[in-house]
């Protein structure tokens, strides 16, 4: 077996419900060991279900990362 390196997948978000979950799914379609990788979601402070959507998909999948980041600006 090929020998993977850890990879971190960070991704910035912002009021992204909308397409959070497609992005997930297309994620986990990667041919990677998932005991290789961490997806970390950097929030910057969503107003909407950004935020339970992830902690929600944290319970699957523990190598789902979540930061959040309170009154960014950005």
Known sequence: MQDYPFISIVIPVKN???TIE?????L???EYPHE????????????D???SIIKEWQNKYPFIKLVEIPNCPS
Not at 22 to 26: A, I
Not at 39 to 45: E, H, K
Request: no cysteine.
């Open 49 to 51: 279900k950004t935020v």
């Open 36 to 47: 290789r990788w961490e997806f970390v979601i950097a929030d910057g402070g969503s107003t």
């Open 16 to 18: 992204f419900e909308r």
């Open 22 to 26: 497609k992005s997930f799914e297309y």
């Open 28 to 30: 986990l379609n990667i």
